[in-house]
Each structure stands twice: as structure tokens, then as C-alpha cells.
């Protein structure tokens, strides 16, 4: 059934449903509010142009009243609890509140002031009190159950899966408690939502506060141009005198990659890797915080540590078949691991390096060693790496798999100058979503890159997807020239937005991403093996000024050169797994030194030497204000799908339609099966470790 654009009554929205629908009184709406009122773009996207921050509170206000509305009118529907009019209704309620909480919070990650980091202190713990008010109702349980126990006879797979989903979320999130233990859930659960908020504050603000000028010419003398170029537009936008350092990654990762100034270098790394773990900016207590209370909620609902909690309802399903996996890949690949450590080790100490290699120096040394033993740098790619190209190549590629056609959007307000909006359409021409791309970093926007959505699928309603990144920006004499890894970056997030955009369903929380955490990884990952192959690279990438096709040998050294260290940084991220897993498997609330715990929760995975002083934990906001608590595996584990299914692709073609069309087809289904039945529908068989090992070139 097609979801209204226009608000309207949950009465009316539900009324071809059946005559046992819900009938609510809605509160009266302020259409004043551009948040409130109807979108009237031709695909209903959101009014950025006239959305004030004044504007929020009061639209959430209102929509908060709205939902509460529309479960009372559920609740108290005289009607026997039927699919429809309790499940159904369920899924259809909060529309108005989702429509406003995708903005605001999108916003707050994008494009955040402190006004707006104030706010989502005010309404963070009104929205919590709500989702606990609906999840913790017996009588609204009660209904859910009623329907659970006697679905019916004519549901289709699609509806089961939403009403298994519907239940499992009710008694997950607390509605088979006692009264006094759904207090306790009650009470942890707000303290939580507040905490979580804090840390992505805090670690967004200490990464802003720092910086590092440098006036003396002699230091930057050996930088690529275009590090020196980004240093001095950094420097002016400050306000400072010569060149300047941040701790946000494009600017970061290209001073220590080829400056030699080691002492500036480590001041960067320490301060990088310490900004929250004391000070205005603290975490370490906050950290200690969420994983008590993330242990009392789970201990509540009958779990021993959170992670039991999270994994039941993951692929992985227990916290042992997790750790095995972590201690399978730790096995395979860690001496190999050592092996990278000592090769770039003993090539600094033979151009003169005094001692071991330290962690600020291995950017710089491992990428000397790559030059000399590939001839191959970030400063001889990037030319053939100009960003508005590679994201044509990016839209081709969609094209070759899938088809899809994209056009600049006319007339579709934007957040920020630097967003490009684009329509995406079926090669028929049928409307398929509407995409928005922002690129560049700045103070406003967090660290990283991700995809996110300001609407979902469901049924007739096509989504607006997000991608957001924080590439290398244009100076003023270069356009923006990306590295490698920043391509597959941009592939990476580009196979979420697939996820999202070629979703097909009548559910909205069936659809696109809606899939166990440690699945939704797979589009991603697979979509960056095109990055090396030849075939498609020939195609579009050209050097920027001559127009000149990337020359075949350096092809051949991007292929090469694919596998570099790829055990190092394999082990790097089984480590950030592994303390994932310690935080989430504590069984007593944990006191002592936050940089303590990490450092031995990951020795066993530690190559390089440890820096005292400096910890991962108090600004890994994927655990601790994101969504991979207990599940940062999910990565790896999604890596060994991805090298299992891409296997398809080479045996029968990169672009080939058959294959690609299967691959849709998983997609197109997201969470309305269960995710190992969709791959091995895809691929014909369950995946193996050793599919990536072997891709990696480790096997023994």
C-alpha cells in the first residue's frame, strides 16, 4: 500500500486495510513548520531551505503527540487483534516522527552546530520515554502476542517476517519483564540514549579542537603539492600563518604519509589518538558507563554480557561462534602480520632509521616501500583520480550491473552548498530514489564516511538515500583528486546506497538496510573489488589535465600492489573486534583504566609497538555511539561473503547481467529473509573463511 505523502489521519492512512483499523485523534498541526507540512517536490524530499533549527523542537513536539496518538488508537481499538489492525498498524504508526528524526539526526552528524547538539539533549530523552512507553505497554503487548499466537490463514512470507520481527522486538526490548525490571529497562535505556549522544559530541569536539600550525617552510619543503596546498587553505580558513594540520583524515593521513618531521608526526598521532581519554573532552568515564549499563539491560532480559544480547539476532548468532571466527582469522594471517611489521621495519633502518618503527612512522615508510617495490604512490594515482570523473565511473558501474541512469536533480532543496542531489532512474525511466552526495569534511560534519537515508522504501515510495564522506577537497589550483583508498571508499558507501535505493517491498522496515548488522556489510565490501580490475578501470580512468587513459603498467601495479599489507590490515581490524568483544562480554561493570583494558583486550592481535598514553576506545564511536556494539566482527565477516560471492562475478564476467541480476535480487530483498538464505540463493552455497584468505594471497 502506498504511504501517503501528504499528513494526513492515521485513520484515513490506514482506512483501506479493513474496517477493524485503529481510528486516532490526531493533535492539531502547525503546516507553518516546514518539518510539519506536506514536502511538495515532486518526490516528496525534504524542505533544507526552510528549515530553521527553531523549527525542530516543536515539530518533534508535535510528532511525538502524533505517535502517541496512533498507539493509543491501536490500544484501544474494541476490534480483535488482527494482523492489520495491530501488526500493520504498528509498522504505519510514527510516520510523521520518522520523517522529522531522519532529518535532525542526519543533520546532527552532517551538519551539526552546538544549537543543534543542545536540542538533541532536549529531545533525546523524550523520544526514549516514548519508545519505552510503546515497547514496555502490556496492553499494547498484549495484542502482539495475541497475534503472534494466531496469525491467521492468509499471510504472505513478507507479512510473517514482519510480524516475527514485530514480536521479537517487543520482547526484546523489554515487554516480558516484571513491572519492576521494566522500570529498571526504563531508567538504563534513557541514561544510555543520553551517554551515547555525549560520547559523539564529545569525540567530534576533540577532534575539531585540535590543531597543528607550522610556519617554517623548511618543515613542509618536501610535501607533495597538494598536501601543501591543502595546508595553506587550511591555515587561512583559521586565520593562521603558514600551513596547518588537523586531526580530520584528509588532512591527517596525507602529512604523516610523506613528511619525514617525526616529531611532528608523533605530536599529531598522540594528540589523534588521546583527544578523548582526559580533559573537556573526556570519554573514559562515559565509556565505563555504557557498557554497565548495555550489561544491566541485557542481564535484565535473561542474557549474561550484551553481546549474548546483540548476537541473538545476528548471522553469527553467539558470542562463541564470534570469537571463534576472530581467533580463526588472527591465526591465519598474524605471523604474515609480523612479517609486513619487520619488512617495513627493516627497510626504514636501511635508509638510516635508528631503532624500531614506531606507529606515527608507518604511513611514511609503508609508503616509501610501496613506491620502491611497486613504483607505485598515492601521488601517481590520483591525477587519474579526479573525483567528479570517478563518480561518473561510479554511476556507470551502477549502469553495467543494474541499468540505472542518473541526472542531476532539479529543483531539490540541499543542506549544504557542497551537496550534489541526484534522480536515479530504471533504464525503462521509472523513478527509483533520489540520491545525495557530500563529499568534502568540515568542522560541522563528524569523521568517516556512511550511508543514511532520509526515507526509506516501502511499497509505491521510492527513497532518498544519503552518501557522506570526507574526501581530499579541491585547493585552488587542483580539482578534487582522490586517493585509492578513497575510491574504494566511495565504492564501498556507493553498495550500501544500492541497498537502499534498489530496495522493493511493501514493509518499510523490511526494506534496504533493514538487515542483520553483521549482513549489511556484504554490498558493500563485494562493490570495492571492482576498484581493481582492469576492465573497468580502462574505461573512464583518465589522467585530469592531459586526458591521457591510466597506462596499463600502472594497472598492473594497482593489481599488484592490492594485497600490500593486506595481513597487517587484517589483523588491524580483527584487533578493533576483538576489543569490541571484551567491552561486550564483560560479565561485572568494569573500573579500572580504559587504555588497561584496550591494550590487553587486543595484545594478542598487536603488531606495531603500543604508545602509552593513547587508546582507540574513547573516540570508537562505531561501538560506543553507533550501531556495531558487539558486532564490529561484521566487517570481517561480511569480508568473507563479499570474497566468496565476487568469486561469481570473476568466473562469469564483472558486468555480467545474469550474475548482476542475481545479485539484485538479494538487494531488492533485504530483511524479509533470513540473510544466509539470500546468499546462498545468490551463490549456490554457504561462504568460507578461506574464500578470503585466498583473496588476500595467505593461504598456505
Given at each position: 500500500m502506498k504511504k501517503l505523502l501528504l499528513i494526513m489521519s492515521f485513520a484515513t492512512l490506514l482506512a483501506s486495510c479493513g474496517d477493524d483499523m485503529p481510528k486516532a485523534q490526531l493533535p492539531e498541526i502547525d503546516t507553518n513548520n516546514p518539518l510539519l507540512a506536506a514536502w511538495d517536490t515532486p518526490h516528496a524530499t525534504p524542505p533544507f531551505d526552510k528549515i530553521k533549527n527553531s523549527d525542530y523542537e516543536p515539530a518533534f513536539e508535535t510528532a511525538i503527540a502524533v505517535s502517541r496518538a496512533e498507539i493509543d488508537a491501536i490500544i484501544n481499538n474494541p476490534a480483535k487483534p488482527s494482523f492489520n489492525n495491530t501488526i500493520l498498524a504498528l509498522e504505519k504508526q510514527g510516520e510523521l516522527l520518522d520523517r522529522i528524526s531522519s532529518v535532525f539526526f542526519n543533520m546532527l552528524q552532517c551538519n551539526t552546530s552546538d544549537e543543534l547538539q543542545d536540542i538533541a539533549m532536549r529531545i533525546q530523552p523524550k523520544l526514549t520515554e516514548l519508545g519505552n512507553d510503546v515497547s514496555l505497554n502490556p496492553e499494547l503487548f498484549k495484542r502482539v502476542k495475541a497475534v503472534n499466537e494466531n496469525p491467521g490463514l492468509f499471510l504472505s512470507a513478507e507479512d510473517k517476517k514482519l510480524l516475527e520481527n514485530t514480536y521479537k522486538s517487543f520482547v526484546r526490548s523489554g515487554a516480558n519483564l516484571a513491572d519492576a525490571d521494566k522500570e529498571l529497562y526504563r531508567k538504563y535505556s534513557a541514561?544510555?540514549?543520553?551517554?551515547?549522544?555525549?560520547?559523539?559530541?564529545?569525540?567530534?569536539?576533540?577532534?575539531?579542537?585540535?590543531?597543528?600550525?607550522?610556519?617554517?617552510?623548511?618543515?613542509?619543503?618536501?610535501?607533495?603539492?597538494?598536501?601543501?596546498?591543502?595546508?595553506?587553505?587550511?591555515?587561512?580558513?583559521?586565520?593562521?600563518?603558514?600551513?596547518?594540520?588537523?586531526?580530520?583524515?584528509?588532512?591527517?593521513?596525507?602529512?604523516?604519509?610523506?613528511?619525514?618531521?617525526?616529531?611532528?608526526?608523533?605530536?599529531?598521532?598522540?594528540?589523534?589518538?588521546?583527544?578523548?581519554?582526559?580533559?573537556?573532552?573526556?570519554?573514559?568515564?562515559?565509556?565505563?558507563?555504557?557498557?554497565?549499563?548495555?550489561?544491566?539491560?541485557?542481564?535484565?532480559?535473561?542474557?549474561?554480557?550484551?553481546?549474548?544480547?546483540v548476537l541473538d539476532n545476528r548471522m553469527a548468532e553467539k558470542t562463541e561462534?564470534?570469537?571463534?571466527?576472530?581467533?580463526?582469522?588472527?591465526?591465519?594471517?598474524?605471523?604474515?602480520?609480523?612479517?609486513?611489521?619487520?619488512?617495513?621495519?627493516?627497510?626504514?633502518?636501511?635508509?638510516?632509521?635508528?631503532?624500531?618503527?614506531?606507529?606515527?612512522?608507518?604511513?611514511?615508510?609503508?609508503?616509501?616501500?610501496?613506491?620502491?617495490?611497486?613504483?607505485?604512490?598515492?601521488?601517481?594515482?590520483?591525477?587519474?583520480l579526479e573525483l567528479e570523473n570517478v563518480k561518473k565511473a561510479v554511476f556507470m558501474l551502477a549502469n553495467k550491473l543494474y541499468g540505472l541512469e542518473f541526472k542531476p536533480a532539479e529543483g531539490v532543496a540541499k543542506y549544504h552548498e557542497d551537496v550534489a542531489v541526484y534522480e536515479v532512474s530504471e533504464s525503462n525511466g521509472d523513478h527509483l530514489a533520489i540520491l545525495y552526495l557530500d563529499f568534502f569534511p568540515r568542522d560541522s560534519k563528524r569523521a568517516g564516511a556512511w550511508m543514511t537515508e532520509f526515507r526509506g522504501a516501502e511499497g509505491d515510495i521510492r527513497p532518498l538515500v544519503s552518501l557522506v564522506m570526507n574526501f581530499t577537497k579541491p585547493t585552488e589550483t587542483t580539482p578534487s583528486l582522490i586517493t585509492f583508498d578513497e575510491f574504494t571508499t566511495f565504492l564501498h558507501e556507493f553498495g550500501h546506497a544500492c541497498h537502499g535505493m534498489l530496495a522493493k517491498g511493501k514493509h518499510g522496515s523490511l526494506n534496504g538496510?533493514?538487515?542483520?548488522?553483521?549482513?549489511?556489510?556484504?554490498?558493500?565490501?563485494?562493490?570495492?573489488?571492482?576498484?581493481?580490475?582492469?576492465?573497468?578501470?580502462?574505461?573512464?580512468?583518465?589522467?585530469?589535465?592531459?586526458?591521457?587513459?591510466?597506462?596499463?603498467?600502472?594497472?598492473?601495479?594497482?593489481?599488484?600492489?592490492?594485497?600490500?599489507?593486506?595481513?597487517?590490515?587484517?589483523?588491524?581490524?580483527?584487533?578493533?573486534?576483538?576489543?569490541?568483544?571484551?567491552?561486550?562480554?564483560?560479565?561485572?561493570?568494569?573500573?579500572?583504566?580504559?587504555?588497561?583494558?584496550?591494550?590487553?583486550?587486543?595484545a594478542a592481535a598487536q603488531i606495531l609497538p603500543v604508545v602509552e598514553g593513547t587508546a582507540l576506545s574513547p573516540t570508537f564511536g562505531h561501538l560506543f555511539s553507533g550501531g556495531y556494539a558487539a558486532g564490529y566482527y561484521g566487517y570481517k565477516w561480511a569480508e568473507v561473503l563479499a570474497a566468496d560471492g565476487y568469486s561469481l562475478f570473476t568466473e562469469k564476467g564483472i558486468f555480467d547481467r545474469a550474475t548482476a541480476s542475481k545479485f539484485r535480487k538479494l538487494l531488492e530483498s533485504g530483511g524479509k529473509k533470513h540473510p544466509m538464505d539470500l546468499y546462498v540463493e545468490f551463490r549456490g552455497h554457504k561462504p568460507q573463511t578461506k574464500a578470503l584468505i585466498d583473496q588476500m594471497g595467505l593461504s598456505k
Open positions: 541514561e544510555l540514549s543520553q551517554l551515547t549522544l555525549q560520547f559523539g559530541q564529545n569525540s567530534l569536539a576533540a577532534n575539531n579542537a585540535y590543531c597543528l600550525n607550522i610556519t617554517n617552510a623548511a618543515k613542509i619543503a618536501e610535501l607533495p603539492d597538494f598536501v601543501k596546498e591543502s595546508m595553506a587553505m587550511e591555515a587561512k580558513a583559521r586565520g593562521q600563518k603558514g600551513w596547518t594540520v588537523t586531526l580530520k583524515a584528509p588532512s591527517y593521513v596525507p602529512f604523516v604519509t610523506y613528511s619525514s618531521q617525526r616529531d611532528l608526526k608523533e605530536k599529531l598521532y598522540k594528540a589523534r589518538n588521546s583527544c578523548s581519554i582526559s580533559g573537556k573532552f573526556d570519554n573514559t568515564e562515559n565509556i565505563r558507563k555504557i557498557t554497565d549499563l548495555r550489561l544491566k539491560m541485557a542481564k535484565l532480559l535473561g542474557y549474561e554480557c550484551y553481546a549474548d544480547y561462534i564470534v570469537n571463534s571466527f576472530l581467533a580463526e582469522l588472527l591465526a591465519q594471517t598474524k605471523e604474515y602480520a609480523d612479517k609486513d611489521y619487520q619488512t617495513i621495519n627493516k627497510y626504514a633502518q636501511s635508509l638510516g632509521f635508528k631503532g624500531d618503527i614506531q606507529a606515527w612512522d608507518w604511513a611514511y615508510y609503508s609508503e616509501k616501500y610501496k613506491n620502491e617495490k611497486y613504483a607505485i604512490s598515492d601521488e601517481a594515482v590520483k591525477p587519474y538496510t533493514n538487515v542483520f548488522r553483521d549482513f549489511v556489510e556484504l554490498p558493500s565490501q563485494i562493490l570495492e573489488n571492482w576498484a581493481y580490475e582492469k576492465e573497468y578501470l580502462d574505461l573512464w580512468a583518465k589522467h585530469y589535465q592531459t586526458g591521457e587513459t591510466m597506462p596499463a603498467e600502472l594497472i598492473e601495479k594497482i593489481i599488484a600492489a592490492k594485497n600490500y599489507l593486506a595481513a597487517y590490515a587484517n589483523v588491524r581490524q580483527v584487533s578493533f573486534g576483538m576489543t569490541d568483544m571484551a567491552w561486550h562480554t564483560l560479565k561485572a561493570p568494569y573500573e579500572g583504566d580504559i587504555i588497561e583494558f584496550e591494550q590487553k583486550a587486543m
